[in-house]
């Protein structure tokens, strides 16, 4: 009895330590947003894997920590990219010395995937 609970346990810490699965879906980061005189420049990058077509990319900022895709002010990116950096500058009527929050989105045809949060203001 001793034997087949070592062999099991054994045969359990081995499968566990095979291999490790790969991500499925891109991997998004969102860097600093910059002020640029009158505007706002917002920084992300993409890490794609294989077979995953993106569809739109851009990304969300609000006054309110962790912004959402349906209820966040929007910066969609005209043209999209499947891997790498992305970028986007606009004019934002922002608070003086408030604090913003922002998130760089990307849809799939089969999700929507947010970036981390960073934030940001007007000083």
């Not at 043209?79 to 003086?96: F, H, R, W």
Request: with cysteine; hydrophobic share 40%; charged share 20%.
């Amino acid at each position: 009895m001793k034997k087949v609970i070592l062999f099991s346990i054994f045969l359990i810490s081995a499968c566990r330590k095979d291999k490790e699965l790969p991500t499925e879906w891109p991997f998004l980061e969102t860097m600093a947003v910059e002020k640029n005189g009158e505007s706002f420049v917002f920084h992300g990058n993409i890490i794609n894997q294989p077979d995953v077509i993106i569809t739109e990319t851009g990304f969300v900022w609000s006054i309110y920590s962790n912004p959402s895709y349906s209820s966040s002010n929007k910066i969609t990116i005209p043209s999209v990219i499947q891997e790498g950096e992305i970028t986007a500058e606009d004019t934002l009527n922002l608070i003086p010395g408030k604090l913003y929050y922002c998130k760089a989105y990307l849809v799939t045809d089969q999700l929507i995937i947010m970036g981390n949060q960073v934030s940001f203001q007007d000083k």
